[in-house]
C-alpha cells in the first residue's frame, strides 16, 4: 500500500492540511492495473479539528474492499468558509490528476463526511459545480464533480432549532451573520447532487437527526437515490461504533448501529461495483 501525505494549499489553508493516500500496489489478487472506486474521507470535529478516529480506521475498511481511499486533514478555525470546501476541490482535482497513476476509475469517486466533515462532504455535493469553485481551483467544472456521498451523522442545518451550532460558528468566524443561511445544505440541495448513503441515530443529542431526515427529504424531492438509515440508539460519534475505535474513556462502541458498515459495502458494490 502506497500511504503518502500531499500538501494542500488554496487561499487560507493551515499549513498543516494535507491529503493522506491509502493506494493498493499494482498487483491485487494476481490482477494487475484495474481502475477502483476511491473514498475521500472527512473526518468530524465540529470544524476545530480533525478527528483520528474517523480517519485512518475508515480508510482500512475501505482499502479491505478492494477500493482506494485518502483522507484530507482539512483546515480548521481560524480558518473560515470556503477555504475547507476549496481543500476538498483541490483534493478532487488531484485524485483525477493521479487516476492513472493510482488506479482510480474517474467515475467512481465518493465523498464521505462525519458529523462536520459530513457537513463538509454535504457542502461540496451541493456545491461542487458552482462556478466560483472552479476558477478558485482552476480547472473545469465537470473535474471537481463527485460521484456519489456518504454522510455519517451529518451537520446538514444551521437553522436554530436542529443545527450544531458551534460547528457552524467555527466554519463561518465572523461572516456567521452574513453567511449563515447559505449553509442550511437541505435548501441547497439540486440535481447536481450525487446519489447519497445516510446513518443517524435517533437519540443523537449533539447533531439531531433532524439534520439528516431534512437533507434525505430534499434529495428525495429532487429525485435523488438515497439510502438512509436510522438507528434508535447510539450517540454521537460512533465511527464503526466497535472498540477499535471507541474513545480513551471507552465510549463509542454501540452494537446495535455496527451494521452501519456493512450496509454501506452493499450500497458501494451496488452502485460503484467492485471493479470497472
Known sequence: M?????KIQVK?????CRLETYILGDVLDGVRNRKTPLVLICPGGAYAMTSNR????????????GYQAAVLRYSCAPATYPTSLCEVAQSVKIIREHAEEWNVDTEKIIVMGFSAGGHLAASYGVFWNEPWLAEKIQCETSFLEPNGLVLCYPVI???DEIAHQGSIKNLLGESYEELKEQMSLEDRVGKQTPKTFLWHTFTDEVVPFWNSFRFVEALGKEGIPVEYHLYPKGGHGLSLAK????GVDGRGVEK????????LQDWMFYNFGLYS
Not at 502506497?2 to 500531499?6: A, G, I, M, P, T
Not at 446495535?256 to 450496509?263: E, H, K, P
Request: proline fraction near 3%; glycine fraction near 6%; charged fraction near 20%.
Open 157 to 159: 442545518s444551521s437553522k
Open 256 to 263: 446495535g448501529c455496527q451494521s452501519w458498515f456493512a450496509l
Open 2 to 6: 502506497r500511504n503518502e501525505q500531499l
Open 54 to 65: 474517523e480517519a485512518e480506521p475508515i480508510a482500512l475498511q475501505f482499502t479491505s474492499m
Open 243 to 246: 472498540e477499535q475505535t471507541a
Open 12 to 16: 487560507g489553508s493551515a499549513k498543516e
